[in-house]
């Protein structure tokens, strides 16, 4: 169920491969390889619930040990784009 005030959401969103935050990693650490990893319902989610449940913590947890697990050096969590 998407909140009266979150209308539409999936189609306001879209992937940041070039957005701020992917902008300033490359001035800081040109050499850096830059790997998004998206759960794009997080914040809708959170929305509903009315806070950041124990749930919504532990799928963040998830995407963290993934990256983790598959060489990360460093994470940077974003929240998701401003809409088209």
């Given at each position: ?68 697990a598959d060489g990360a050096d460093a994470i ?7 809409p088209i």
């Open positions: 169920m998407v909140p009266d005030h979150a209308p539409n959401c999936v189609a306001q969103r879209r992937l940041c491969r070039d957005g701020p935050a992917t902008e300033a990693i490359a001035q800081a650490l040109p050499s850096a390889e830059i790997w998004n990893i998206l759960d794009d319902r997080l914040i809708d989610d959170a929305i509903v619930a009315g806070a950041v449940t124990v749930r919504l913590e532990q799928r963040l947890a998830r995407l963290i040990d993934h990256a983790v940077l969590i974003t929240c998701p784009c401003t």
